[in-house]
């Protein structure tokens, strides 16, 4: 049975990675200790040792990639080189618009391989502008495979992971580089093994209700419930990862900041795995608008060359979440969501002018039901990551037009009273008091940890995220 980052093998495998990274040899410990500890996390992550060389041939394919990009120069090459890294990535990860590929559903599922495709396409695209990144094999797996973000991220720059890796020499675990480590890594399983847990008891119960007969409070219920789930779970094992990188001189990026907050679907997204926005937002937006703009640069054509940039990035955005075709629907629904918040807040913007435009986000029941608008959205997007498509006929043709509204409109309602509140709390931080506060609450969470998982036994298993 493979590990998982919330099992007792997991702590026995930090544990002792930390003590061989922290007293090995200084300058061993870039070059030679995390390369092994990643190794041997990918051996004890992976379902099975076909999962292993998949991962490997994948990566091989990567540096294959890197050398051509680096040797060749006709002008096309780079096309092809992404177009054969996307290709093999979709046999690998056996999309249904790719089964007539050989062999393509035979494949075993491979955690990790979706962030290690989003490292690696950052790094080739960026190896055309500046030679001089190109890596070391070994420094390459380490990169790509990096143990710590390996599963779900969060995405790193290899510019970043490069500078890190090389001052490792110099790190000290201080007690209070330990301290923040374990705040981190104990507020994450707080968040996964008892929030998330909750939320995933009544996310499914419900969704058990709304599925045997048409009962849209039920359906609304599921929809929101899974989104808290989703979240918890998400936040919570980047606050894994990040408190584990810690440990060994790697300060990984942040990956969420407070999305319960956000009033445009476009807020969310800046405020929700940040670092997936801002790799699409970089590579991907920007390189569309910036070709749209040129074919059509009039000052008429800017609002919709946006609107359509938008839409095709967070396209992407949803299908990269899944290989069925459920996802495609996915892709268009968030799509829609983005391309129609940009449109209504230029035109919003254009009616009112700046001044009143920006005077809105101080009108609290304003900013409270563009937050629930939101919610309820996102709520109808994100069903997509838990319904097939069967489910999703059945879903459509059961509550029709006025259930799936009326679902709708409940989510509205609750979110619109828990936005009033939400926003109406200042955003300050109180001054600290001391040492002790993080150290009581840190206890307090391993005790209700403690209490929950005896008392409650939760369902266990891979997280979420890590299907993708």
């Given at each position: 049975?493979?590990?998982t980052?919330?099992?007792?093998?997991?702590i026995?495998?930090?544990?002792?990675?930390?003590?061989?990274?922290?007293?090995?040899?200084?300058?061993l410990?870039?070059?030679i200790?995390?390369?092994?500890?990643?190794?041997?996390?990918?051996?004890?992550?992976?379902?099975?040792?076909?999962?292993?060389l998949?991962?490997?041939?994948f990566?091989?394919?990567?540096?294959l990639?890197?050398?051509?990009i680096g040797?060749?120069?006709f002008?096309?090459?780079?096309?092809?080189?992404?177009?054969?890294?996307?290709?093999f990535f979709?046999?690998?990860?056996?999309?249904d618009?790719l089964?007539f590929?050989?062999?393509?559903?035979?494949?075993?599922?491979?955690?990790g391989?979706?962030?290690?495709?989003?490292?690696a396409?950052q790094?080739?695209?960026?190896?055309?502008?500046?030679?001089?990144l190109r890596p070391?094999?070994?420094l390459l797996?380490?990169?790509?495979?990096?143990?710590?973000?390996?599963?779900?991220?969060?995405i790193?720059?290899f510019?970043?992971?490069?500078?890190?890796?090389?001052?490792m020499?110099?790190?000290k675990l201080?007690?209070?580089?330990?301290?923040s480590a374990?705040?981190?890594?104990?507020?994450?399983?707080?968040?996964?093994?008892?929030?998330?847990d909750?939320?995933?008891?009544l996310?499914?119960?419900?969704?058990?209700?709304?599925?045997e007969?048409?009962y849209?409070?039920?359906?609304a219920?599921?929809?929101?419930?899974?989104l808290?789930?989703?979240?918890?779970?998400?936040?919570?094992y980047?606050?894994?990862?990040?408190g584990?990188?810690y440990?060994f001189?790697?300060?990984?990026?942040?990956?969420?900041?407070?999305?319960?907050?956000?009033?445009?679907?476009?807020?969310?997204?800046?405020?929700?795995?940040?670092?997936?926005s801002?790799?699409?937002?970089?590579?991907?937006?920007n390189?569309?608008l910036?070709?749209l703009?040129?074919?059509?640069?009039?000052?008429?054509a800017s609002?919709?060359?946006?609107?359509v940039?938008?839409?095709?990035?967070?396209?992407?955005?949803?299908?990269?979440?899944?290989?069925t075709w459920?996802f495609?629907i996915?892709?268009?629904?968030?799509?829609i969501?983005?391309s129609?918040?940009q449109m209504?807040?230029v035109l919003?913007?254009?009616y009112?002018?700046?001044?009143r435009?920006?005077?809105?986000?101080?009108v609290?029941?304003?900013?409270?039901?563009m937050?629930?608008?939101?919610f309820?959205y996102?709520?109808?997007?994100?069903s997509?990551?838990?319904?097939g498509?069967?489910?999703?006929?059945?879903?459509?043709?059961?509550?029709?037009?006025?259930?799936?509204?009326?679902?709708?409109?409940?989510l509205?309602?609750?979110?619109?009273?828990a936005?009033?509140?939400i926003?109406?709390?200042?955003?300050?931080?109180?001054p600290?008091?001391?040492?002790?506060?993080?150290?009581?609450?840190?206890?307090?969470?391993c005790?209700v940890?403690?209490a929950?998982?005896?008392?409650?036994p939760?369902?266990?298993?891979a997280?979420?995220?890590?299907q993708?």
């Amino acid at each position: 049975m493979a590990m998982t980052i919330t099992s007792w093998g997991f702590i026995a495998f930090l544990s002792i990675a930390t003590l061989a990274f922290n007293y090995a040899p200084r300058r061993l410990r870039g070059t030679i200790v995390f390369p092994l500890t990643t190794l041997i996390f990918i051996v004890l992550i992976l379902p099975s040792a076909q999962a292993v060389l998949i991962l490997f041939s994948f990566i091989c394919l990567i540096w294959l990639a890197m050398r051509v990009i680096g040797a060749w120069k006709f002008k096309y090459v780079h096309h092809i080189i992404f177009l054969a890294v996307l290709i093999f990535f979709g046999w690998l990860k056996s999309y249904d618009f790719l089964s007539f590929l050989p062999y393509s559903a035979q494949v075993p599922a491979t955690i990790g391989l979706s962030y290690i495709l989003i490292r690696a396409l950052q790094l080739l695209i960026d190896l055309i502008e500046t030679p001089t990144l190109r890596p070391s094999p070994l420094l390459l797996f380490s990169f790509l495979a990096s143990w710590p973000s390996l599963v779900s991220g969060p995405i790193q720059r290899f510019q970043d992971f490069r500078d890190q890796l090389a001052v490792m020499d110099t790190f000290k675990l201080t007690e209070d580089v330990f301290v923040s480590a374990a705040r981190r890594m104990i507020k994450g399983f707080f968040y996964v093994l008892v929030l998330a847990d909750i939320a995933k008891h009544l996310w499914l119960g419900l969704k058990g209700i709304a599925f045997e007969q048409p009962y849209p409070i039920a359906l609304a219920g599921a929809q929101g419930f899974f989104l808290v789930h989703l979240f918890f779970d998400f936040a919570g094992y980047t606050e894994i990862v990040i408190g584990t990188g810690y440990l060994f001189g790697l300060r990984l990026p942040e990956n969420f900041n407070r999305p319960y907050q956000a009033i445009s679907f476009l807020d969310f997204w800046s405020r929700w795995h940040m670092t997936l926005s801002n790799w699409f937002k970089v590579y991907i937006f920007n390189p569309i608008l910036m070709l749209l703009t040129k074919r059509w640069a009039s000052t008429r054509a800017s609002i919709v060359n946006g609107c359509v940039a938008f839409f095709l990035t967070f396209f992407l955005v949803g299908l990269w979440h899944g290989t069925t075709w459920v996802f495609v629907i996915c892709g268009v629904l968030v799509g829609i969501g983005a391309s129609v918040n940009q449109m209504y807040r230029v035109l919003l913007r254009k009616y009112l002018g700046k001044k009143r435009f920006d005077a809105l986000v101080t009108v609290r029941l304003y900013v409270a039901a563009m937050a629930a608008i939101t919610f309820a959205y996102l709520c109808l997007c994100v069903s997509t990551l838990w319904v097939g498509y069967t489910e999703l006929l059945h879903i459509v043709k059961g509550y029709r037009a006025s259930g799936l509204i009326t679902a709708g409109f409940f989510l509205f309602l609750v979110w619109l009273i828990a936005a009033l509140f939400i926003h109406w709390r200042p955003t300050e931080q109180a001054p600290g008091a001391g040492r002790w506060k993080p150290i009581l609450l840190m206890g307090i969470q391993c005790a209700v940890i403690d209490a929950y998982t005896f008392l409650f036994p939760s369902f266990g298993g891979a997280f979420f995220y890590e299907q993708y």
